[in-house]
């Protein structure tokens, strides 16, 4: 089992950044896929980016402003967001599964065992 808790979110003024941390325990993120994901109010939940066996993903949408690494020895993944605008404003959820992910596979919420509980972003205008 892996526990997963996210933390980092809160409001920003649109250009802004933040930094989202998910802390794991129960099992090393090592050889792990990991991902981030949000969900808007009314929307599904959509992918941000994975990692997974040296393989890292991206939403084409959000490359150049938002990026994810992981650091092992602290067992916790990061998300830093830049340049935030209010349609970033989201429940950021951080994710993990024990299968390799690839390109189609990694973003797909259901190829996920494991997630936090999230954490509220939010951009203002």
């Known amino acids: 089992q892996v526990q997963l808790v996210e933390s980092g979110g809160g409001l920003v003024q649109a250009g802004g950044s933040l930094r989202l941390s998910c802390a794991a325990s129960?099992?090393?993120?090592?050889?792990?896929?990991t991902g981030w994901f949000r969900q808007a109010p009314g929307k599904e939940r959509e992918f941000v980016a994975a990692?997974?066996?040296?393989?890292?993903f991206s939403a084409d949408s959000l490359k150049g402003r938002f990026t994810m690494w992981r650091e092992n020895a602290e067992n916790t993944m990061y998300l830093q967001m830049s340049s935030l605008k209010p349609e970033d404003t989201a429940v950021y959820y951080c994710?993990?599964?024990?299968?390799?992910?690839?390109?189609?596979?990694?973003?797909?919420?259901?190829?996920?065992?494991?997630w936090g509980r999230g954490t509220q972003v939010t951009v203002s205008s």
């Open positions: 994710a993990a599964d024990s299968r390799p992910k690839f390109s189609r596979s990694s973003i797909l919420t259901s190829e996920y065992a494991y």
């Open positions: 129960g099992r090393s993120l090592g050889n792990y896929a």
């Open positions: 990692m997974s066996g040296g393989r890292t």
